[in-house]
């Protein structure tokens, strides 16, 4: 099936590791132009090479901070220099915060966890919207959480950054539908990332057990709803951004399609 992808110029960000590597490489299976954000050098460079040996046309790598002032405009400079334009923004980068209840959490890391979870999406968001306005054809791409629809007792600065982006999504694709721009979410749970990887070791630590034990743990008492009894994959979720970004999703704008194996309870 033809997706309409190729040569199509795709900005991911948090594009070295975990989801956003993953991403990138099934949009390179596409032929597309990549555009791979991320504050390490090295291994953008490593999730290029992958990009490329599966079917990238060409490869921009950009290595910085999002976080930093004026980082996002600078961002999208770099790549409508190169490509002329952007057609697809997937904004994939984000923290966790740590594993930690309410009263344990700083306004520090409160605003470290909204500074790039969220304000980069406007600023990345606020900066592509020319192009894709100008060329009546975008498709912006979020990844919110299960946290964002079914919070839990932790982490409630990152389930309060997922939520926001759940409602700025929506407000997005009514603003932008009428010239071409559909903008959608999606939404994973519990996928084995060095994301996750680095909270189970928390989870380890914290009561003397074993990564396997950790996992298991994690799933039994904080996502006991996900049906299918184990850890997504990184490929799970990238399959579902490459068909958001796709002709094949020409009629959908708002949506929150969840990769989830079940977890969130509600219909
Ligand atoms: N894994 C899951 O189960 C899961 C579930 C729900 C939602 N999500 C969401 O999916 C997205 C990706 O998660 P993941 O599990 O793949 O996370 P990950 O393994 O920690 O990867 C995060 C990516 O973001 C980049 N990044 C972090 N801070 C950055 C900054 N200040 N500036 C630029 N890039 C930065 C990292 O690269 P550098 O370190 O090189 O900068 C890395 O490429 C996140 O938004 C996450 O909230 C994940």
């Known amino acids: 099936m033809d997706l309409g992808l ?6 991911v960000t948090g594009a070295s590791k975990g989801l956003g590597a993953a991403i990138a490489v099934a949009f390179g299976r596409e032929g597309s132009k990549l555009v791979l954000v991320a504050r390490s050098q090295t291994e953008l460079e490593q999730v290029a090479v ?6 990238a046309t060409e ?6 901070d999002l976080t930093q ?29 740590s594993f930690s209840p309410f ?38 791409i979020n990844l919110s959480s299960e946290s964002g629809l079914q919070p839990d007792a932790t982490m409630p600065h990152y389930g309060a950054t997922k939520a926001a982006l759940l409602n700025l999504t929506k407000s997005l694709s009514k603003g932008y539908g009428q010239q071409g721009i559909l903008v959608n979410s999606v939404s994973p749970a519990f996928i084995k990332t060095p994301m996750v990887e680095n909270m189970l070791g928390q989870i380890a ?22 049906e299918l009894k184990r850890a997504g994959t990184a490929a799970e979720v990238a399959a579902a951004v490459v ?25």
């Open 243 to 267: 068909f958001l970004a796709s002709e094949a999703a020409s009629f959908m704008t708002g949506t929150n399609l969840r990769v989830d194996g079940g977890s969130v309870a509600s219909i």
């Open 103 to 140: 009263e344990a959490i700083t306004d520090d890391e409160w605003l470290q966890v909204f500074n790039l979870n969220l304000f980069s999406v406007v600023k990345l968001t606020r900066a592509v919207l020319p192009f894709m306005t100008q060329q009546q054809w975008g498709r912006i």
């Open 50 to 55: 992958e990009a490329e040996k599966q079917g």
């Open 6 to 11: 190729k040569d199509k110029v795709v900005l």
């Open 69 to 97: 002032a004026d980082a996002c405009r600078q961002v999208v400079s770099a790549a409508s220099d190169r490509f002329g334009t952007i057609h697809v923004l997937v904004n994939n980068a984000g923290i966790l915060g």
């Open 205 to 226: 630590q914290a009561n003397g057990f074993t990564i396997p034990d950790a996992e298991r743990y994690f799933l039994k008492e904080n996502r006991p709803h996900i």
């Open 59 to 64: 490869v921009l790598e950009i290595a910085t």
